[in-house]
Structures are given as C-alpha cells and as structure tokens.
C-alpha cells in the first residue's frame, strides 16, 4: 500500500531578484556509507517563515536538519544562506572559523535533550552571557543584565540566575536553552524534537513561548518533529519525509486537511484524537 | 462592482491511499464569481461539497482542476497553482476565513487570538488589543473571559472568538463556513448585522449559512453546489 507513493513534485524555485531567500538547498544528500541519510532535499526559507520536517524516526530529519545547519557536510548538494551583509553563501564553502562564528550569532540550534545544547556545570547566567562573550561582550554587568532580561522572556525567575541546569526540570532547561540560542539575535533558529520527552502541560508551554518569540522576533526557523500537532501549531509549511527522501510539501494546514501522498494520509489518520 | 473572486473549471476528487487508492470525486467544473459588495451563499445538502469550495479558496484543501483566482490590488493570482509562501500572504492581507471550529492555541488569551490577525498585518501590539476588545464587545463575550484562553469556552463562546479574529481586519475577501452554527438568536443577530457591514463596506463574501433568517438577512445570492456534484 505505501509503495506506490510518488516523490515530490519537481522544484521550482520561486525566489527573485528583489526578494531572496535566506536559505536555500539544492539536491542537499547525505549518505552514511551506501545507506541513505537523505537524498536530493530542495527547498527555499524566507524571513519569518517556520518549516517543519516531519516523519518518522530513521526517516532522515535530522540527517538533513544536520546538513542545513552545517553539522554535518553533504555528500551532495549545496546550501546557501543569506548573511547579513546580503551575500548569499554556501555555507560549506566557509571556512571553519566562519561558520563557527554564524552558528554562534546569526544561528541557534536547540537540541532535543538539553544537556547537548547547554554547559550542564556553569550557571543559568552563565549559559546565557557565554554566547554573548563569544561575540566578544565582555562588560559584565550589560552581560548580566541581559542575561536576567532573557531569563525573564523565557520565563525563569531571576532568582534562578545563578542555579546551574542540573537543577531544573526538563522544561525549564529546554527554555534555557532557548534563551542562550536567541541572547545574540539570531535570524534562523534549527531546533530539532525540541518539546519532545516533557510533559504535555510543559510541552504546551514551550510550544506557545516558542511561537511568541518566532513572530515577535520575526524569526526563521527549521523545526524537527515527528508530532503533526506540534507542526501543526507552530509551523507555516511542512515537509513529510520518508526513507530520506521528501514524499510531500506543502502549507501545514493543507498537508494536514488535505494529505495527497499514501504516506502523509497515513501519517495524518494515525495521529489519536484526544 | 469590481470582481474579487472567481472559480473556473474547479474540480476535486480524493484519492484515499489507504482504501487501496480510492478516488472519490466530489465537484467537477464549478464557477462561480464574487464582487465587492456581495455575500455569496453556498446551498445544498451536507456532503455535497460546499466546505470543500470554501477551503479551496482559502489553500488547505488542493484544487486538482480549474483555477481558484484571487484579486490582490493589481494583480490576480491563481490560489491553486500559487506557492505556499504566496497563499499565506494572501491569507495575510486579502482572504479572511471563519471556520466552523476554533481551533484553540493553548495557553494563549482570547483577546491575544482575536488581535493576531491585526497583529501580523504591522498594528500595533496595544491598537490590535483595543481592537480585539471592541470586537469582543460588540458580540457579547463577557469581559472576564478576554484573558483566558478558549479551550474551556463553550461551543458559542468559542465560535464568537473565531467570528470577532475573522472579521477583526478588513480583508477584502471573506469565507464564512456555518458561523452561526452554535449561537443563540440574539448573537446570530449580531453576526448578521456584521457580516451586513462588511458587505455595505465592499468586501467580497462567500459563505455557508444553515439558519434560514441568517442567510435572508446577509445573502445577496445563492448557488446551488449540487450543480456541480460530481456524479
């Protein structure tokens, strides 16, 4: 039943001259050996745009989301991104050094488990300013002041700014860590499973702080879910991945009202009604 | 009067993956055009496909046949071949829509729903807010509710949520699919008299109207879909 799904429709990239992308990939594949991470990804973010990737785990997600972000380099294909200066890049042909330095400023990345995204042993305070020392802040005052400012936003009580994160529940940790992604004003955030493993009450939470910060900031973000209801409330536009490959795109809401793949009907009817 | 909208040659069929690849089809070469200054009412019995032409219009359903035109200032886009990041700019600026449900963001306040819609077309964070208000107001929602969110609201209470962020802004083209479904007289009273403003004002409206005194008061025309029932 699910073999006769048909591959996406070609790519047609829609982008012009006077409104360019901030990223794009083209034919973006990874391959561990002869097995298949992800193959021939294509697709253009704009300024404020959410895209949530979907599917199943083993389906290449977070492969790809490894690519986008430059954690892992393509076996094939190439992606681009727009710096703040306006030149567009690939980000593969930076050096190291360079795409150090747009990951710690220009990008955030929040892990599914929090203890890869933050420095377990320092404080909360700590967690925040480091990024912004890495961007060579070095007042600390302004460095505390912002730091608690951001506590705030994500809502840790600033009697906490001292506390390390061994010491907070999963979902003050993973709002920690969106704090010390979005300190330096980042324009394109990759998060990938990031309410997942909490509880559903704080995985509502997160989920509505995440969507507040994303429009307030007009933010980009690439989101890794495998829960249709997290894309659903936080993400304009989806991918389904299967087997590596993207099996649909589209509008959230349409993918999800109107699935056209046998695989993302069967995703879409799997999910439980509460 | 100035056309907004119009369906040409449109057809739907679904094709259910999981019932051995099925095709069911549901509406072949419908048309239909609305101007400014009309309110367009969808008739037929339930099934016929009605909701499927509104969500058509509005891109969470797929058109496979035909074009879905919409006006937008000078130029007419095609909403069934338009790119995703095209629809939701629409949605943004010309095409409103009201659903039957709410479907409730959690932890979000009622007032701060209403006052989205404004919120991403550049109002102001307080104008959007005083702008919700009025709206929640003028349809009754008692103020003690603004601040909470909607998920423990009752059916009306929730529709009237959805009514006041689909009619908040002033998009030139609205669809409304049953949204006096859960009201009681006097809040239908009220909804008409709404949708009657926006239509003295010129906007564009396609709708689905159950309650017969609603849909003599708002209509302007009605269109039989089971002319366009595939058979």
Redesign the interface.
């Known amino acids: 039943?699910l073999e006769?799904?048909t591959p996406s429709e070609a790519f047609v990239p829609?982008a012009t001259a006077e409104d360019p992308p901030l990223l794009r990939a083209s034919g973006v594949s990874h391959f561990y050996g002869n097995r298949v991470g992800c193959q021939d990804v294509s697709f253009e973010l704009?300024p404020g745009?959410v895209l949530a990737i979907v599917g199943e785990s083993g389906s290449g997600k977070s492969t790809l989301l490894g690519c986008l972000s430059g954690r892992l380099t393509p076996t094939a294909g190439v992606v681009e991104y727009r710096m703040r200066d306006q030149a567009t890049r690939n980000i593969f042909d930076l050096s190291e050094a360079e795409r150090r330095f747009l990951a710690r400023t220009d990008w955030g990345f929040v892990h599914q488990d929090a203890r890869n995204g933050l420095r377990m042993t320092i404080s909360a305070g700590g967690n925040v300013g480091e990024r912004l020392m890495a961007i060579g802040n070095r007042n600390y005052a302004a460095i505390r002041g912002e730091a608690l400012d951001w506590l705030g936003r994500v809502e840790i009580d600033a009697d906490r700014i001292d506390d390390r994160p061994e010491q907070f529940s999963g979902g003050m940790r993973q709002r920690l860590q969106i704090a010390r992604n979005l300190v330096t004003g980042p324009r394109l955030v990759f998060m990938d499973e990031p309410t997942s493993g909490l509880d559903v009450s704080v995985q509502?939470?997160l989920?509505?702080l995440l969507?507040g910060l994303v429009?307030d900031l007009s933010l980009s973000a690439i989101i890794v879910t495998h829960d249709l209801a997290v894309a659903?409330?936080i993400s304009?536009?989806m991918m389904v991945m299967r087997n590596g490959t993207v099996v649909e795109s589209?509008?959230t809401?349409?993918i999800l009202?109107?699935p056209?793949?046998?695989y993302a009907?069967?995703l879409v009817?799997s999910v439980l009604q509460p | 009067m100035t056309m907004r909208l119009c369906l040409s040659g449109v057809g739907k069929t679904?094709?259910?993956?999981?019932r051995?690849?099925t095709r069911l089809p549901v509406l072949r070469n419908v048309e239909l055009a609305v101007s400014e200054g009309e309110c367009v009412v969808l008739s037929g019995p339930s099934g016929v496909g009605k909701s499927t032409i509104l969500?058509m219009i509005y891109?969470?359903?797929?058109t496979n046949e035909g074009q879905v035109l919409v006006v937008d200032g000078d130029k007419i886009i095609d909403v069934a071949t338009a790119?995703?990041?095209r629809?939701?700019d629409l949605r943004h600026r010309v095409i409103s829509y009201v659903s039957q449900f709410l479907?409730a963001?959690?932890?979000?306040a009622a007032i701060d729903i209403v006052a989205e819609p404004l919120?991403?077309r550049g109002v102001e964070a307080d104008v959007a807010r005083d702008r919700a208000a009025e709206m929640l107001a003028r349809l009754n929602l008692p103020e003690r509710l603004w601040s909470l969110p909607p998920a423990t609201f009752s059916g009306g209470e929730q529709q009237r949520v959805n009514i006041a962020r689909g009619l908040v802004t002033d998009h030139p083209i609205l669809i409304l699919d049953e949204p006096t479904a859960s009201l009681d007289a006097s809040n239908r009273d009220i909804v008409a008299e709404l949708i009657e403003e926006r239509r003295e004002a010129g906007a564009a409206m396609l709708g689905i109207f159950h309650d017969g005194s609603v849909r003599r008061r708002v209509a302007t025309r009605a269109i039989d879909v089971g002319s366009f029932a595939s058979v």
Request: glycine share 6%; proline share 4%.
């Open positions: 039943m006769d799904f829609e704009w745009e509502a939470r989920l509505d969507r429009s659903r409330m304009h536009r589209g509008l809401d349409q009202d109107d056209q793949s046998a009907q069967l009817a | 679904f094709t259910m993956h999981m051995d690849g969500r891109g969470n359903y797929r790119s995703p990041r629809i939701l479907r963001v959690p932890r979000v919120k991403v």
